[in-house]
């Protein structure tokens, strides 16, 4: 009788261990089992009017960056906050040739970012396209920026349109700034507005990276017919983050827009404070830098593309309701230990500034202890985050990928108790 008891609780224990384990590690949407599979990267999620979630990644069968040959996209859904997925989608429109002709945008389509219109069914996917790297573009010959929209909430997809000559290169010619030789939308979240609408939809931001002679910098790109046409937000003669990598936006509670761009060892920020909301006109601010020297977003010994997420939410001490905003990097040391660093703002004097916006951040809440880089995180309907990133899982990324893990949370959870959702 003895031994059988002893027996059951060995069981019970593991079967904790292996529920723990399973809640720690999230579900698998896009796995890369060893280093010979074509490996998965690139994270991208959005929750549709349904509450849905839609994610999307890179499928890279020449095993590295876009530009280098063939990447596919690959789309897969939940319909009950991410606990089951459906089967993985591998649209034929979204699948790379492998071509590197010069001018030949079907080479692949990688480094997706994605919205879903709160509204309608109507889906959008930006990606780069084609090839060369972009480091090693030239005017005449450069990555591309492909568009995909879906009516259907991500189940079918139009032939892919570029957006990149009419509505990148050629307002930098004509610009103060000047002309480029490379362009990269950044991956993750396209942001749709809570503040302005213009017509059918609500506004689009998104943000991307450009290169020329001398250096890298951040532009963000606004929208008011739902991707169908690009402006630059701020015009295009002065880059808001010179020096600047993949980044993000979000809206502050005044409906101003914060851009947050990758950085060694933490975040660049910068805000865009709006003298008319409706027709995009305003200017951009003083861009600030967050890391340990300020108690900021630190990024120890890495620079990785990470997101950017406010909400709305509830101090619990207090019963005082706040926006947090949240903002996903690796932790490091290197590439490793994604993890959310959070920062409430109670009043309009905790984001005066960029410089304000940059310092004293909380947390951070670690989401694994595993080599992890990209990670993105979209709001669901019941108030919790669906974090969704890149992780080591199965084996390590001399194969060229991650695999692609999907894990629900709470405010709670990422702020330790002290705040709760609305």
């Given amino acids: 009788m003895i031994m059988r008891y002893r027996i059951f609780l060995i069981a019970i224990l593991v079967m904790s261990a292996m529920r723990l384990t399973g809640q720690t590690r999230g579900e698998e949407v896009f796995t890369t089992p060893t280093v010979e599979a074509i490996p998965y990267r690139i994270p991208a999620i959005t929750t549709l009017r349904d509450g849905s979630l839609l994610t999307i990644a890179d499928y890279r069968h020449c095993r590295s960056d876009i530009g280098y040959g063939r990447i596919d996209l690959h789309l897969r859904s939940s319909k009950d906050g991410g606990r089951t997925w459906g089967t993985i989608l591998k649209p034929l429109e979204m699948q790379g040739d492998g071509d590197l002709t010069p001018g030949h945008q079907k080479a692949g389509y990688g480094d997706p970012c994605i919205v879903a219109d709160r509204k309608s069914d109507r889906v959008l996917v930006i990606s780069c396209s084609g090839g060369p790297l972009f480091a090693r573009g030239s005017r005449s010959h450069h990555q591309g920026m492909a568009r995909f929209w879906s009516n259907d909430g991500g189940q079918t997809w139009t032939e892919p349109e570029y957006l990149d000559e009419e509505m990148i290169y050629k307002p930098l010619d004509a610009s103060q700034y000047g002309a480029i030789r490379g362009w990269f939308v950044a991956s993750g979240r396209i942001l749709q507005s809570r503040f302005v609408k213009a017509g059918k939809y609500y506004r689009l931001y998104c943000a991307g990276t450009s290169i020329n002679a001398r250096e890298t910098a ?23 983050i010179p020096g600047g990598d993949e980044a993000k936006c979000e809206e502050l509670p005044d409906g101003n827009l914060l851009l947050s761009s990758r950085a060694w060892g933490g975040r660049r920020f910068n805000i865009f404070r709006f003298t008319n909301r409706k027709k995009a006109q305003g200017g951009w601010g003083t861009m600030a830098f967050s890391g340990v020297d300020n108690h900021g977003v630190l990024a ?111 405010i709670e959870d990422i702020t330790g108790g002290k705040y709760t959702k609305l």
């Fill in 300 to 410: 120890k010994d890495n620079a990785c593309n990470g997101e950017l997420l406010a909400v709305r939410v509830r101090e619990k001490e207090s019963r005082k309701k706040t926006c947090l905003l949240l903002q996903s990097v690796p932790l490091g040391p290197g590439r490793a230990n994604v993890g959310i660093y959070y920062k409430a703002l109670p009043s309009p004097a905790s984001y005066t500034t960029p410089e304000v916006i940059a310092a004293d951040w909380s947390g951070p809440y670690q989401v694994t202890d595993l080599k992890s880089a990209y990670s993105t995180m979209t709001l669901l309907h019941d108030g919790t985050i669906g974090f969704f990133y890149e992780e080591e899982t199965h084996c390590g990324v001399e194969g060229g990928g991650f695999t692609l893990v999907y894990r629900n949370l709470t």
């Fill in 218 to 240: 951040n532009w963000v790109l606004y929208s008011d017919d739902f991707g169908a046409t690009w402006s630059f937000l701020g015009g295009a003669d002065a880059s808001p």
